[in-house]
């Protein structure tokens, strides 16, 4: 490799593996498998960031280092989401670093199923919601199929509700888990990874004889959360003991907390570097109205910030598929005649990759 090439900057891989994204991996597995896994990986990469274009950071380095470590399929990839659609049923949203950090310690040794952990995270979770009791279930649909036994009792089901008002951000009022406790429901179901930030979940709180009543169903033990999860849900509930933590902590809050000026910011800065692209006939940032919460059956709108992107041939559709194709996958929204990249559910650390894809389909 010549000294002036760019990837001669990049970090050793011994580096890399003293970043903390990966120190925590190697921490948990054997010496034999990282060397087998870690063969390669610096001239593989190389080699797909060539044909892709543009360099990648430090961060991202580490990342795709420790997913490979952690053994991860080749073809599953993470996707930038640059819909504008914060939170949705399609989307699995992403965890805190702490919720991640649990399931990591959890999985890397055996583990047996453990009633005392679902009491304590169930008992969080009711003093959080401000309810008599709580229960939590391997899915949103086995929790709302549990609570369909109780008849008689008034039960809300909003998957994509949680603890947080999005009003507090300067969205639309939804009623939050409390906010239902409190106008009278009997049970509330809930998914744990809509606006809580959690794992997928069904999560269950209301009258305490009711949540005993479920607790003590022949199908109970079947469809409850298996320990993982109530490890990445109990790591998350600790973010919001303290409110003003849970905005910098979990990810869904973060996305919808940043404030218009930072989404015109960072799109100003990116639409002239995205204009230079062979590919691009015109890119702009632009003030957008777009949907923030879709679920299904209704959706929330708000003002967000996005680059509008023009393709050179018009082939609007190619672009599109261009960009679902890259690595990680953007998936945006197609209008007639342009893309729109909504920064509204884009993590800044994805900023330089929307440059980089998008000259690589140049």
Known sequence: MKSDSPFSKLPTLSELLQHPTVQ???ERVNQTTIAQRAAGFLEELQTSWKEQGG???VGELAERLAHRLLGRADHSSPTVNATGVVCSRRWRAPLAENAMRELLRFASDYQQSNQTMMDRVAATLAKLCGSEAAWIASSYEAAVSMTAQCEGATIVSSPLIGLCNP???GHVHVDTISERVATGADLVVVDGSGLMGGPRCGIVVGRKSLVVKLREHDLSEAL????MVLAALE???Q???TPEQAV???PILQLLSAPLENLQQRCERIAPLINECESVERAEATELQSVWLDAGDSQLSAASWGVVVRATDGATDGLFNRLEKAFPQIVGRVEPGQVIL??????PRWDQHLVAALHATS
């Open 24 to 26: 925590g991996v190697v």
């Open 55 to 57: 360099m990648p950071t």
């Open 167 to 169: 009003s507090d951000f």
């Open 224 to 227: 409850a959360a298996d320990t």
């Open 235 to 237: 790591a998350t509930l």
């Open 239 to 241: 973010s919001y003991r």
């Open 248 to 250: 910098h902590q979990i």
């Open 342 to 347: 909504d920064f509204r559910a884009i993590f």
